[in-house]
């Protein structure tokens, strides 16, 4: 049979028939060009390109046609360029519904299935867009679903590096789009910039690693996201190695900081507390956070709860008389606080209720005394507190305490057990005494040491200071030539 019977400009001529007829006009092949007189949707008629086909099936024959599209109206093609639908156009979906044919596929059957395969394609799309989280979202589940039941402070401290270094980077972005150069450039990010020192930063960006790690390693099981884009960055990409920090006070530099307090301008409260940090090695937040509840002054005692503990471990204080006495000054300072330590209550808080200290008060007490500038709307007492040997802070009362106790003979596992340290290794399997006698005689110990020390009367500790250690470098050089 002739096929391409027809010319672009016979169609686009044709007119429709006066009686309101159709009018056909054969291509050959099974197409053929319907042409339509003018209507509402179509003012200058229409002109349909139509297949008519003969479909074998299992009773026979059926006849049946489809439309092909619209001479002149704008379709998509196979490559999705949107143009005039033609008639050469319409000869190529004719051919293709004339295999389908073939195939013995009804060619209005398959176009239905291709449009539902499309909106099921789109419906999933579009599904898909919507449950995009961004890093921001998804760690809002993960605060919820896991750090909330899994820490102790329900994630407000990752909530808080997040908020300070994730979130104006990466907190808007889609999580699935993240990869391994937004992971370093943050880490990057971190380790130049900031406010404190190199090395705080180096921790802090070891730190952010690790937390983001751990982030996107549980949206990852969820399937939020496919990939692992911190997979391949260590510790070395990051931060780097951390030197382990190591200072402690001397004998001397204990009495240079009772020296030093005057001046420092503190509050007898914190004061105090400093002094109980030195005498218990507790940490800071352990102090900052206790009730009075917690010390049991008729047997000296402070029973630090699991709940409140870094390792989760119920700890037992012995209260030397040095301890106690600090303790009982607290109490008395709180004016009936339930807290040792009280704290500001908000403008618009209920006067009844209390709340302890900040974790950060005592430190920023220290640092804000050993600053070379003072910082806006705090102390003036700059480098009042800066010893001798360097700057200090609360957490290092509580190494100094260790290393003095080794000073005084106590021995090493009787220290660890004083500090809440569990035991590692084989020693954790057999090793299980709690060494409450033990470690009451070192508490003892270390406070009557404290004690003698705050009653010193050498105040003039840098010159002393200075003598000590050339002595001991002459004593050395000697037996090193013995």
């Known amino acids: 049979m002739a096929e391409n019977l027809l010319t672009d400009a016979e169609v686009r001529s044709a007119t429709p028939r006066l009686d309101g007829k159709p009018r056909y006009l054969p291509d050959g092949g099974g197409l053929r060009i319907r042409v339509l007189p003018a ?28 439309v092909l599209g619209t001479i002149g109206e704008p379709f998509a093609d196979s490559d999705g360029t949107v143009r005039p639908f033609t008639l050469a156009a319409a000869r190529r979906a004719r051919d293709t519904a004339r295999f389908q044919v073939k195939k013995g596929i009804d060619p209005n059957q398959a176009r239905h299935l291709h449009r539902l395969e499309a909106i099921e394609t789109h419906q999933a799309r579009l599904e898909g867009l919507q449950a995009r989280r961004t890093v921001r979202e998804a760690f809002g589940r993960w605060e919820e679903l896991y750090l909330d039941k899994h820490r102790k402070d329900g994630g407000a401290e990752v909530r808080a590096l997040f ?29 130049s910039g900031g406010k404190t020192g190199r090395t705080a930063n180096r921790r802090t960006a070891n730190m952010a ?15 939020w996201i496919e990939r692992d884009p ?11 190695r951390e030197e382990s920090r190591d200072r402690n006070l001397s004998d001397l530099e204990i009495i240079e900081l009772r020296d030093r307090m005057p001046s420092a301008k503190l509050t007898e409260r914190t ?44 700890h037992v204080v012995h209260l030397s008389a040095f301890a106690l006495a600090r303790v009982q000054r607290l109490i008395a300072l709180g004016n009936g606080s339930k807290w ?120 003039n500790v840098t010159p002393l200071r200075i003598q000590e250690a050339q002595h001991a470098g002459v004593l050395l050089r000697r037996r090193a030539l013995a």
């Open 209 to 223: 690693l690790a937390l983001v790690r751990q982030f996107v390693r549980w949206c990852a099981i969820r399937e």
């Open 163 to 191: 908020e300070r270094h994730v979130f104006p980077q990466l907190g808007d972005r889609v999580l699935e789009s993240l990869r391994r150069a937004d992971i370093t450039d943050l880490i990057d990010h971190i380790v």
């Open 271 to 314: 004061t105090e507390a400093l002094w109980l940090l030195l005498a218990t090695g507790a940490r800071v937040g352990e102090l900052s956070g206790a009730p009075v509840a917690e010390f049991a002054l008729d047997v000296a005692e402070w029973r630090i709860p699991g709940e409140r503990t870094k390792n989760g471990d119920r």
């Open 39 to 66: 209507s509402s949707r179509n003012p200058k008629g229409a002109r349909l390109a139509e297949f008519n086909f003969k479909l074998k099936t299992a009773t026979g024959y059926r006849s049946s046609a489809i």
């Open 230 to 240: 911190t997979l391949g960055i260590s510790r070395k990409d990051a931060g780097g």
């Open 340 to 459: 040792l330590l009280p704290g500001r209550a908000p403008a618009d808080a209920d006067p009844d209720v209390t709340q302890p200290v900040s974790p950060k008060y005592l430190a920023k007490q220290v640092n804000d005394r050993q600053r070379t500038e003072p910082l806006k709307r705090r102390s003036k007492a700059t480098g009042s507190l800066l010893l001798a040997q360097g700057d200090w802070t609360p957490h290092d009362l509580r190494r100094t305490m260790a290393s003095r106790m080794g000073d005084l003979g106590v021995r090493p596992d009787v220290i660890e057990r004083c500090l809440n340290h569990r035991a590692e290794g084989i020693a954790a399997v057999y090793q299980r005494a709690d060494l409450l006698p033990e470690r009451r005689a070192a508490f003892s110990a270390w406070g009557a040491k404290l004690e003698a020390l705050l009653q010193a009367t050498t105040t």
